[in-house]
């Protein structure tokens, strides 16, 4: 098993940014892909982005495209999310996930392992 702790979350303007960060532990961490989601209250949870196992491929929500950039680092089993031009709409609990094969992956049933989520939230 896998265990995933993210953490960098926090409250920040508008326009800021923030690097959230996913620490891995218990498996072969370079392996697989792995993604981020996040959930807004009354929301359904949604993709964010993937990287690839190789960290090679990458691919993003069309909400977050061209402000966040997915990057992970295979030799200290960690995996990080930057996010900039913060809006409130980014509002919401970040969670970081194991998939199941190396490739990017943008839907959460193709992901095994989840975190327990940090929480963003973006004042206008």
């Known amino acids: 098993q896998v265990q995933l702790v993210e953490s960098g979350g926090g409250l920040v303007q508008a326009g800021g940014s923030l690097r959230l960060t996913c620490a891995a532990s218990g498996r072969t961490f370079s392996n697989y892909a792995m993604g981020w989601f996040r959930q807004a209250p009354g929301k359904e949870r949604e993709f964010v982005a993937s990287?690839?196992?190789?960290?090679?491929?990458?691919s993003y929500a069309h909400s977050v495209q061209g402000r966040c950039t997915i990057s992970r680092d295979n030799a200290k089993n960690t995996n990080y999310l930057q996010i900039n031009n913060l809006t409130p709409e980014d509002t919401a609990v970040y969670y970081c996930?194991?998939?199941?094969?190396?490739?990017?992956?943008?839907?959460?049933?193709?992901?095994?392992?989840w975190g327990q989520g940090t929480q963003v939230t973006v004042s206008a």
């Open positions: 990287v690839s196992a190789s960290g090679l491929t990458s």
């Open positions: 996930a194991a998939a199941t094969v190396r490739d990017v992956m943008v839907e959460d049933t193709d992901y095994y392992t």
